[in-house]
């Protein structure tokens, strides 16, 4: 019988636990002690893998100045430390490396159909030097999100990519520049790549469940290591009245099928007994969950002493909303 706290391998990682940790805002960015208090109490509760909050690429980006940004003179110290600490707790870490807007001089907002070539180039340029520094830092891998509504999931989104040469069109080529971006990295750089993945898009003619099946196996075959089953607007949807638990897990079901790649999936759990109950009764191995490590940093030990099954957050979205890495509650 599976469980949440099973001993497992995460691609090349050694989890604890099947919970995978996904961090959002970094509201602290000028409290270093503040952020490491935080990651002590996460990598000491049981996590399996922590994933980093936002880690924001480019510095006039939308959510920049609630991300911890790249260029900051004093992200390679909170970055080794971080991953000191998780290290020490035997947690692997991933850095999330994300951005909403590309900026082109001072153009602050360049739309997917009107990058040239030479953006393109500079796009995946970047994000490889952030991965260059994640695993100078000591990072155990990067993810990048080319779902929720993030710059790269409208590249491979039909809904807004309608370019007519090479990177626009059938899936292959909507996904062209993050498989040349993945190649490279899997060729130069000793890091677990991770990809949050769109199950669908609900806008008409956006990004189906068919072409997100289609996608991660071309994520695949270019050697992701792992795949995050997402959805836009994940932390607005997932609350009390809302739940697309059933969708995620038919489709995870499916693409666990289809590809031959961990699948991580999230969609707002918050109780151990409900989450046992999915591990044995479908072919999922690993949870992600955000809210409940907000609510309280180490819930997952009152977890494992059985002192309690379930997490005190109320699923308001107050820690989303706020754009802050604390409870609004507690």
């Not at 002590?40 to 980093?52: N, P, Q």
């Not at 490396?97 to 340029?125: G, P, W």
């Not at 498989?179 to 669908?200: A, G, P, Q, R, W």
Request: glycine content about 6%; hydrophobic content about 35%; proline content about 2%.
């Amino acid at each position: 019988m599976k469980t949440i706290f099973d001993k497992c391998k995460l691609g090349n990682l050694k989890l604890n636990s099947r919970i995978i940790r996904t961090g959002l805002w970094e509201s602290q960015q000028c409290d270093l002690n503040a952020i490491y208090e935080r990651y002590e109490k996460i990598a000491s509760s049981g996590v399996g893998l922590i994933t980093s909050e936002l880690y924001s690429l480019y510095p006039m980006d939308k959510f920049s100045e609630h991300s911890f940004k790249m260029e900051n003179l004093n992200f390679m110290t909170m970055a080794g430390k971080i991953t000191e600490i998780t290290h020490s707790y035997d947690v692997p870490i991933l850095g999330q490396v994300e951005f909403i807007k590309y900026n082109r001089n001072i153009d602050l907002d360049i739309a997917v159909n009107d990058l040239t070539i030479e953006d393109i180039r500079k796009i995946q340029s970047d994000i490889i030097e952030a991965a260059q520094k994640l695993q100078l830092a000591g990072f155990d891998g990067i993810q990048l999100s080319i779902g929720n509504n993030f710059y790269l999931s409208k590249f491979i989104n039909p809904y807004y990519n309608q370019r007519e040469d090479e990177y626009g069109g059938n899936v292959f080529n909507r996904m062209r520049l993050v498989l040349e971006l993945i190649k490279v990295m899997k060729d130069n750089l000793d890091l677990h790549i991770s990809c949050k993945v769109n199950t669908f898009d609900e806008r008409k003619d956006g990004f189906d469940s068919n072409e997100s099946l289609e996608a991660c196996k071309l994520l695949e075959k270019v050697g992701v290591d792992s795949i995050q089953v997402t959805r836009p607007l994940s932390p607005l949807y997932f609350t009390k009245k809302l739940s697309g638990e059933g969708e995620l897990i038919e489709y995870s079901n499916k693409l666990i099928d289809n590809v031959d790649v961990p699948v991580i999936v999230g969609g707002g759990f918050n109780d151990m007994n409900h989450m046992n109950e999915i591990l044995n009764t479908t072919n999922i191995e690993f949870l992600s969950m955000y809210r409940p490590f907000v609510a309280k940093n180490d819930f997952l030990k009152d977890w494992k002493n059985n002192s309690e099954s379930k997490s005190r957050c109320l699923m308001c979205n107050n820690c989303y909303r706020t754009k802050t890495s604390t409870c609004y509650h507690y």
